[in-house]
């Protein structure tokens, strides 16, 4: 998987999921439980941990390494108590190859492991992309094809990636089972250390010339490939076109100046053989740095590293993979490019970006990384940042683009500020703003309060227990690490905010400063901007077709018949019986047990339904409140979404917007609104519609975390029209980007809304249809009907009698928030609403196609089957991941080039099949419409092993670690009790063969009464020739 990182601050602050070929919606109002996967790292804050029925260490500190001490062929050479995050850094050198080791010894239940190298490419081929890919497809030890996606279902991991940066590789994975560890590890060094790099896994993974027909050499040749399709994907997205554009042009003289995921037009330059090169100097154990985390022993990590990996080889001078400093420019430069048309954007005149980028400091200097973090928070975060208040605030664009912010991903660091739906000619006004913002800064500086807020958000964000903090902090750390920098330092974070409060304070002009010296005074600035090229997909396809033409003018005869013969055997390998017996895989003892969990407990509260839960949360107390909507007529709820963006950005009776974000991010970590949909999990018979608001405070500050929300509740005021068509705006800008990145997703909600009304209103509120209609809305109605209806919204929602709380503190801060609550509740509304619950209608089946102009394909197939708490959601859940890993990943990724595919059974009893980044279309769904043949004619791949691997699928979701804010929330939501969770997980380990079997004839062996198909893509007017089937277009 191609990835970027973030910096250590960035993820603090904004988090991140990254799964290998299941990229989720970056959407704020999307349900998460509607999109549950195998790890769960969205909205991750960098923080301690404190989980329940963890390994204990001991108080007094006692260091289990030594300074200077050899353990293993490891010499130990610094060790360090970082208090903060309750953590012990012990860093390690191998004596003979110079590998370095970080381990993080943590009371921890997560245990984290990763394997990284920095891998500069030269040219954009995406050599270390394609060498991630092949490297996970079989090793020495482990000569199995694609071991890593067999592993999925033969591990509880609750992390399991590979990624591929701009400058570095890693192979990380977390779980919580040490069995499972101790196998991922020794499956993870076989593969980057001894991995076999076949030459049919190259054709497969990376690129070939095939016949379109691999039996017919009268069929069209074209290329073929994962990456490849997967980079074809990936430049279709505009937001990634401008980032990757941006980084090759504002450091170009190195590595940086490449495309390391992979061009599509360069992918078929590169040989099998390059690969094999890079390989060997790359993945060399001198330019490795190896992560370790958690309690399990390290010694058995030390021993197997030296014994089986790295005491063959010899150290070697690994600069060659160094980074030089790019050298400064004496004059600033402009970039122009193009993009591809969206039809999903704003007006092709409005589809542009542009973009300022300014070289900042060495990554490595780390306070001073810090500060120009803060100082880039300062100038671009909320109403009161400079930047927002002079490009935002005037309402010319569409927000801020997806790069805005402070980049520390590379050597050299840079600042980006930049604007996305735009017209050409205010492309000088953003940088005459630009100009005028930092000529402001220079000669007024900031405002105090709105620095302290900026740098509350951060000291508060390290607070946050993150269920996953391992494989979070290894992220972090990871681009720092790459260039040699001092990772330990680096999670000094208080210390470094201290430091800077003593700048500050000693310096009134601190700030300023460091405005004159990167911002004012900096040649080396990239203005780079981006138009939408109607012509773009054409001009690309031509060149692709030119690309295969170059590729077989030359070839003779014997090579011709070769790409023929390539293309049969590589169809025989991807079909042969795979042996994955030679995989480890863990056993039923050693999943048996749930993990342990706090209990809830509901109290009624001043007529409140109030959940409490005491659990250690490190100082923090979290805040729910839960407002039923379904009363709400069908116009206003599809507003919310809207309304939920905008609430808490328009001030109050009391404060100006400006004031009240300032008082939000000084008292607490923001108050977020989401629309959240609850459905009968028993009968499936109705459902409500919620809005959740979100907060949580230091115990300090929980009075006034109270007084905040009860302002907002009560006093929200939409009267500043200007303020609120531009919010408008950005919001319809925002939610129209990087719909293609995440097109499963909506292929499935869009599937999903052809199956019942439940599904059409979530694809109303979250899918392609909400996008479309608040395009339309707000085209139609004028701005000061808008107010209204979104005010009325507001005062239909916010009372007392139509709320539920949850609330989650420690034991000894819950007696003084109850109290708080109390008031809190004493100034809230009470009046009746007439319904709370709607009943779920089903529709006849159709098909529906979303028109994407891009080059490949989003598929999904989804029927109604049964409710979650119904005996047969279990081992419908099973059969997902059995047909994903034995019929779906080896046929429409494998065999047809997606460069995903999966069955997924949700939460809310839909099964859906879906494909991305999918060359095909029709051939894709025929798969799916051939699922029920497959699973009797291939009866034979479900055996005991097939379904204990499924099993241990499902218990990854199952089992999942949950921060300490979001324990009981299936109670609250879905009122589902541990018990009734506990009797479904035991339901699901008691699941038989007979059990699948009878299940398979009961809902597949008939076309489901209720389905839909949905794809988002291209244009096909042979469409339903070819599928036989009436689909609605959808423009």
Same mark, same amino acid.
């Given at each position: 998987?191609?990835?970027?990182?973030?910096?250590?601050?960035?993820?603090?602050?904004?988090?991140?999921?990254?799964?290998?070929?299941?990229?989720?919606?970056?959407?704020?109002?999307?349900?998460?439980?509607?999109?549950?996967?195998?790890?769960?790292?969205?909205?991750?804050?960098?923080?301690?941990?404190?989980?329940?029925?963890?390994?204990?260490?001991?108080?007094?500190?006692?260091?289990?390494?030594?300074?200077?001490?050899?353990?293993?062929?490891?010499?130990?050479?610094?060790?360090?108590?970082?208090?903060?995050?309750?953590?012990?850094?012990?860093?390690?050198?191998? /004596?003979?190859?110079?590998?370095?080791?970080?381990?993080?010894?943590?009371?921890?239940?997560?245990?984290?492991?990763?394997?990284?190298?920095?891998?500069?490419?030269?040219?954009?081929?995406?050599?270390?992309?394609?060498?991630?890919?092949?490297?996970?497809?079989?090793?020495?030890?482990?000569?199995?094809?694609?071991?890593?996606?067999?592993?999925?279902?033969?591990?509880?991991?609750?992390?399991?990636?590979?990624?591929?940066?701009?400058?570095?590789?890693?192979?990380?994975?977390?779980?919580?089972?040490?069995?499972?560890?101790?196998?991922?590890?020794?499956?993870?060094?076989?593969?980057?250390?001894?991995?076999?790099?076949?030459?049919?896994?190259?054709?497969?993974?990376?690129?070939?010339?095939?016949?379109?027909?691999?039996?017919?050499?009268?069929?069209?040749?074209?290329?073929?490939?994962?990456?490849?399709?997967?980079?074809?994907?990936?430049?279709?997205?505009?937001?990634?076109?401008?980032?990757?554009?941006?980084?090759?042009?504002?450091?170009?003289?190195?590595?940086?100046?490449?495309?390391?995921?992979?061009?599509?037009?360069?992918?078929?330059?590169?040989?099998?053989?390059?690969?094999?090169?890079?390989?060997?100097?790359?993945?060399?154990?001198?330019?490795?740095?190896?992560?370790?985390?958690?309690?399990?022993?390290?010694?058995?990590?030390?021993?197997?590293?030296?014994?089986?990996?790295?005491?063959?080889?010899?150290?070697?001078?690994?600069?060659?993979?160094?980074?030089?400093?790019?050298?400064?420019?004496?004059?600033?430069?402009?970039?122009?490019?193009?993009?591809?048309?969206?039809?999903?954007?704003?007006?092709?005149?409005?589809?542009?970006?542009?973009?300022?980028?300014?070289?900042?400091?060495?990554?490595?200097?780390?306070?001073?990384?810090?500060?120009?973090?803060?100082?880039?928070?300062?100038?671009?975060?909320?109403?009161?940042?400079?930047?927002?208040?002079?490009?935002?605030?005037?309402?010319?664009?569409?927000?801020?683009?997806?790069?805005?912010?402070?980049?520390?991903?590379?050597?050299?660091?840079?600042?980006?500020?930049?604007?996305?739906?735009?017209?050409?000619?205010?492309?000088?006004?953003?940088?005459?703003?630009?100009?005028?913002?930092?000529?402001?800064?220079?000669?007024? &500086?900031?405002?105090?309060?709105?620095?302290?807020?900026?740098?509350?958000?951060?000291?508060?964000?390290?607070?946050?227990?993150?269920?996953?903090?391992?494989?979070?902090?290894?992220?972090?750390?990871?681009?720092?690490?790459?260039?040699?920098?001092?990772?330990?330092?680096?999670?000094?974070?208080?210390?470094?905010?201290?430091?800077?409060?003593?700048?500050?304070?000693?310096?009134?002009?601190?700030?300023?400063?460091?405005?004159?010296?990167?911002?004012?005074?900096?040649?080396?600035?990239?203005?780079?901007?981006?138009?939408?090229?109607?012509?773009?997909?054409?001009?690309?396809?031509?060149?692709?077709?030119?690309?295969?033409?170059?590729?077989?003018?030359?070839?003779?005869?014997?090579?011709?018949?070769?790409?023929?013969?390539?293309?049969?055997?590589?169809?025989?390998?991807?079909?042969?019986?795979?042996?994955? /017996?030679?995989?480890?895989?863990?056993?039923?003892?050693?999943?048996?047990?749930?993990?342990?969990?706090?209990?809830?407990?509901?109290?009624?509260?001043?007529?409140?339904?109030?959940?409490?839960? /005491?659990?250690?949360?490190?100082?923090?107390?979290?805040?729910?409140?839960?407002?039923?909507?379904?009363?709400?007529?069908?116009?206003?709820?599809?507003?919310?979404?809207?309304?939920?963006?905008?609430?808490?950005?328009?001030?109050?009776?009391?404060?100006?917007?400006?004031?009240?974000?300032?008082?939000?991010?000084?008292?607490?970590?923001?108050?977020?609104?989401?629309?959240?949909? +609850?459905?009968?999990?028993?009968?499936?018979?109705?459902?409500?519609?919620?809005?959740?608001?979100?907060?949580?405070?230091?115990?300090?500050?929980?009075?006034?975390?109270?007084?905040?929300?009860?302002?907002?509740?009560?006093?929200?005021?939409?009267?500043?029209?200007?303020?609120?068509?531009?919010? +408008?705006?950005?919001?319809?800008?925002?939610?129209?980007? &990087?719909?293609?990145?995440?097109?499963?997703?909506?292929?499935?909600?869009?599937?999903?809304?052809?199956?019942?009304?439940?599904?059409?209103?979530?694809?109303?509120?979250?899918?392609?249809?909400?996008?479309?209609?608040?395009?339309?809305?707000?085209?139609?109605?004028?701005?000061?009907?808008?107010?209204?209806?979104?005010?009325?919204?507001?005062?239909?929602?916010?009372?007392?009698?139509?709320?539920?709380?949850?609330?989650?503190?420690?034991?000894?801060?819950?007696?003084?928030?109850?109290?708080?609550?109390?008031?809190?509740?004493?100034?809230?509304?009470?009046?009746?609403?007439?319904?709370?619950?709607?009943?779920?209608?089903?529709?006849?089946?159709?098909?529906?196609?979303?028109?994407?102009?891009?080059?490949?394909?989003?598929?999904?197939?989804?029927?109604?089957?049964?409710?979650?708490?119904?005996?047969?959601?279990?081992?419908?859940?099973?059969?997902?991941?059995?047909?994903?890993?034995?019929?779906?990943?080896?046929?429409?990724?494998?065999?047809?080039?997606?460069?995903?595919?999966?069955?997924?059974?949700?939460?809310?009893?839909?099964?859906?099949?879906?494909?991305?980044?999918?060359?095909?279309?029709?051939?894709?769904?025929?798969?799916?419409?051939?699922?029920?043949?497959?699973?009797?004619?291939?009866?034979?791949? +479900?055996?005991?092993?097939?379904?204990?691997?499924?099993?241990?699928?499902?218990?990854?979701?199952?089992?999942?670690?949950?921060?300490?804010?979001?324990?009981?929330?299936?109670?609250?939501?879905?009122?589902?009790?541990?018990?009734?969770?506990?009797?479904?997980?035991?339901?699901?380990?008691?699941?038989?063969?007979?059990?699948?079997?009878?299940?398979?004839?009961?809902?597949?062996?008939?076309?489901?009464?209720?389905?839909?198909?949905?794809?988002?893509?291209?244009?096909?007017?042979?469409?339903?020739?070819?599928?036989?089937?009436?689909?609605?277009?959808?423009?």
């Amino acid at each position: 998987m191609l990835t970027v990182s973030l910096s250590f601050i960035d993820i603090i602050l904004s988090g991140l999921k990254m799964l290998r070929f299941q990229p989720h919606l970056v959407r704020a109002h999307i349900k998460k439980s509607s999109f549950k996967s195998l790890s769960e790292m969205s909205r991750a804050k960098l923080s301690s941990m404190n989980q329940v029925n963890m390994p204990s260490i001991i108080n007094k500190r006692e260091y289990i390494y030594a300074e200077g001490k050899v353990y293993y062929g490891f010499r130990c050479e610094r060790v360090e108590h970082i208090s903060e995050f309750q953590l012990t850094s012990y860093t390690f050198r191998h /004596e003979c190859t110079g590998t370095e080791l970080w381990h993080i010894e943590r009371n921890d239940a997560t245990n984290a492991f990763s394997i990284n190298f920095r891998t500069t490419p030269f040219d954009s081929t995406g050599l270390p992309h394609i060498l991630e890919h092949l490297s996970l497809c079989g090793s020495k030890k482990y000569p199995v094809r694609d071991p890593f996606f067999k592993m999925l279902n033969r591990s509880v991991a609750t992390f399991m990636n590979a990624m591929t940066g701009p400058d570095y590789t890693i192979y990380p994975f977390s779980t919580m089972n040490e069995v499972d560890f101790r196998n991922l590890q020794r499956i993870y060094l076989d593969a980057v250390f001894r991995p076999n790099l076949a030459y049919l896994d190259f054709l497969q993974e990376g690129w070939r010339l095939e016949y379109k027909d691999i039996h017919d050499q009268n069929s069209q040749l074209v290329i073929k490939g994962v990456v490849y399709n997967e980079m074809k994907g990936a430049f279709s997205e505009n937001a990634h076109v401008f980032s990757q554009s941006l980084l090759n042009n504002v450091i170009p003289d190195h590595t940086y100046g490449y495309v390391s995921g992979g061009n599509p037009l360069d992918i078929p330059n590169l040989t099998h053989s390059n690969l094999v090169d890079f390989h060997k100097k790359y993945y060399h154990p001198s330019n490795c740095r190896i992560y370790s985390y958690g309690l399990f022993d390290p010694n058995k990590t030390l021993a197997l590293l030296d014994k089986e990996y790295l005491s063959k080889h010899t150290s070697i001078d690994n600069s060659y993979s160094r980074i030089p400093h790019q050298k400064r420019w004496i004059k600033p430069r402009n970039v122009h490019i193009s993009s591809r048309l969206d039809s999903m954007g704003a007006t092709i005149d409005r589809q542009n970006q542009i973009a300022i980028a300014l070289l900042m400091c060495d990554s490595t200097n780390i306070q001073e990384s810090f500060e120009l973090n803060v100082l880039s928070e300062v100038l671009t975060r909320g109403p009161n940042s400079l930047f927002f208040k002079n490009l935002i605030e005037p309402n010319f664009s569409g927000g801020y683009n997806q790069c805005t912010g402070y980049s520390s991903n590379s050597k050299d660091t840079f600042f980006v500020v930049g604007l996305q739906d735009l017209l050409v000619k205010d492309f000088t006004k953003f940088i005459e703003l630009f100009d005028k913002t930092i000529f402001n800064a220079l000669g007024y &500086g900031f405002e105090a309060q709105h620095v302290e807020s900026v740098l509350h958000n951060f000291e508060l964000s390290l607070k946050h227990q993150n269920p996953n903090f391992g494989i979070t902090l290894l992220l972090n750390s990871t681009a720092l690490w790459n260039h040699e920098g001092d990772v330990v330092n680096n999670l000094r974070v208080s210390d470094m905010i201290s430091r800077l409060r003593a700048s500050l304070s000693q310096d009134n002009n601190h700030f300023q400063q460091k405005m004159e010296q990167y911002f004012a005074n900096n040649n080396h600035r990239l203005t780079l901007t981006m138009s939408a090229d109607e012509l773009y997909e054409e001009n690309f396809t031509k060149a692709e077709l030119e690309l295969v033409r170059q590729k077989i003018k030359n070839l003779g005869t014997e090579e011709v018949n070769q790409i023929y013969k390539n293309g049969l055997l590589l169809d025989a390998f991807q079909k042969a019986k795979s042996n994955t /017996e030679l995989l480890p895989c863990l056993s039923m003892t050693d999943v048996s047990e749930p993990p342990k969990i706090p209990k809830v407990f509901n109290r009624n509260i001043q007529n409140v339904q109030t959940q409490v839960c /005491e659990v250690s949360t490190n100082n923090i107390t979290y805040f729910k409140c839960l407002f039923n909507i379904t009363d709400l007529n069908i116009e206003e709820t599809q507003l919310v979404p809207l309304f939920c963006n905008v609430i808490s950005a328009l001030g109050t009776a009391t404060y100006k917007h400006q004031e009240f974000d300032k008082q939000v991010f000084l008292k607490t970590g923001g108050i977020d609104f989401t629309v959240n949909f +609850i459905e009968d999990v028993n009968y499936a018979k109705s459902y409500s519609v919620s809005i959740m608001m979100a907060t949580h405070a230091l115990e300090k500050n929980v009075l006034d975390m109270f007084d905040l929300c009860q302002e907002l509740l009560q006093n929200f005021r939409f009267n500043d029209l200007g303020r609120l068509k531009m919010l +408008i705006e950005n919001y319809i800008s925002n939610i129209s980007v &990087g719909v293609s990145s995440s097109g499963h997703l909506y292929a499935m909600l869009g599937a999903t809304s052809l199956v019942s009304d439940v599904g059409k209103l979530k694809c109303l509120l979250f899918g392609v249809d909400h996008i479309n209609f608040i395009k339309n809305f707000a085209q139609v109605t004028e701005v000061l009907e808008m107010r209204d209806k979104l005010a009325s919204i507001g005062r239909k929602v916010f009372n007392k009698s139509n709320m539920r709380v949850a609330i989650n503190s420690a034991p000894s801060h819950l007696s003084s928030a109850i109290t708080h609550y109390k008031d809190f509740l004493k100034k809230l509304p009470d009046f009746e609403i007439n319904r709370i619950s709607s009943d779920i209608h089903y529709f006849d089946p159709s098909c529906q196609q979303y028109l994407m102009n891009i080059p490949v394909n989003y598929c999904a197939k989804t029927f109604f089957a049964v409710p979650y708490l119904h005996q047969d959601h279990p081992i419908l859940q099973i059969l997902a991941k059995v047909l994903s890993a034995k019929y779906l990943l080896p046929v429409v990724r494998e065999q047809n080039g997606a460069y995903g595919a999966g069955a997924k059974m949700s939460f809310d009893g839909y099964f859906s099949l879906y494909s991305y980044r999918d060359p095909h279309s029709i051939k894709t769904f025929k798969v799916f419409d051939k699922t029920y043949e497959w699973l009797r004619s291939e009866k034979n791949l +479900i055996d005991q092993q097939s379904l204990f691997e499924a099993k241990l699928g499902v218990l990854q979701q199952l089992d999942s670690p949950i921060a300490p804010g979001n324990i009981g929330i299936d109670y609250f939501l879905y009122k589902m009790s541990q018990e009734s969770l506990k009797k479904y997980r035991s339901r699901m380990l008691a699941v038989t063969i007979n059990d699948l079997q009878d299940t398979i004839e009961k809902y597949f062996r008939n076309p489901p009464n209720y389905y839909g198909k949905c794809l988002l893509g291209p244009a096909d007017k042979h469409l339903e020739l070819k599928s036989g089937q009436k689909w609605k277009i959808v423009k």
